[in-house]
């Protein structure tokens, strides 16, 4: 079993940047890949980014590459989601999620957070 928490989120401007966290504990983040993943408003929750349980593969929706960084500090077991140049179109409620295959389905992962409100206004 993995306890997921996110934290981080808020209302900020477009252009700002945040950091969200994902605090995980009952198992080690070093064992498992870490999703990040985003549900807007009347829309399905979709992939943001991913990194492996070695830190040595990260994929991100092309939606946001160039501006988000995916990363974990195993020895704090935390993952985090650093976001730059936000844009009104990242508004989102974002979860973090744990599993074993590094994947971009939500299908694969089998562990997840209760989310984190993220706001971006023009």
């Known amino acids: 079993q993995v306890q997921l928490v996110e934290s981080g989120g808020g209302l900020v401007q477009a252009g700002d940047s945040l950091r969200l966290s994902c605090a995980a504990s009952g198992r080690t983040l070093s064992a498992v890949t870490l999703g990040w993943f985003r549900q807007a408003p009347g829309k399905e929750r979709e992939f943001v980014a991913r990194?492996?349980?070695?830190?040595?593969?990260?994929a991100y929706a092309d939606s946001v590459k160039g501006r988000f960084t995916i990363s974990k500090d195993n020895a704090k077991n935390t993952g985090y989601l650093q976001m730059n140049s936000l844009k009104p179109e990242d508004t989102a409620v974002y979860y973090c999620?744990?599993?074993?295959?590094?994947?971009?389905?939500?299908?694969?992962?089998?562990?997840w957070g209760l989310g984190t409100q993220v706001i971006v206004s023009s």
């Open positions: 990194i492996s349980w070695n830190d040595d593969n990260i």
């Open positions: 999620a744990a599993g074993a295959y590094e994947s971009r389905h939500q299908i694969h992962y089998d562990y």
